[in-house]
């Protein structure tokens, strides 16, 4: 099983990012789940981590890609 790892080379580690560099990383996202969507990965949904207040806008990004798509998503097996 796969999922997005942002790569470290790209995220400072003494420092917050730029709205650049954070735009970026966005965009780099948005990339690689159209890729996976081409390729036809099948794609699980963890769903919503309810101990935050709000969404991450990784997950956010993905989701407005998935939908958009028509994509179907999975739930992860029990």
Do not use: C
């Not at 420092?15 to 780099?28: C, G, I, V």
């Not at 939908?67 to 739930?75: D, I, L, M």
């Amino acid at each position: 099983m796969k999922w997005y790892q942002a790569w470290s080379k790209f995220f400072p580690s003494n420092r917050l990012m730029t709205p650049k560099e954070f735009q970026q990383a966005l965009a780099r996202n948005a990339n690689w789940i159209k890729t996976k969507i081409k390729q036809g990965y099948k794609i699980y949904d963890i769903g919503i981590d309810a101990s935050r207040v709000s969404r991450s806008p990784f997950y956010e990004l993905e989701k407005n890609i998935i939908n958009k798509a028509s994509y179907q998503t999975h739930k992860l097996p029990k």
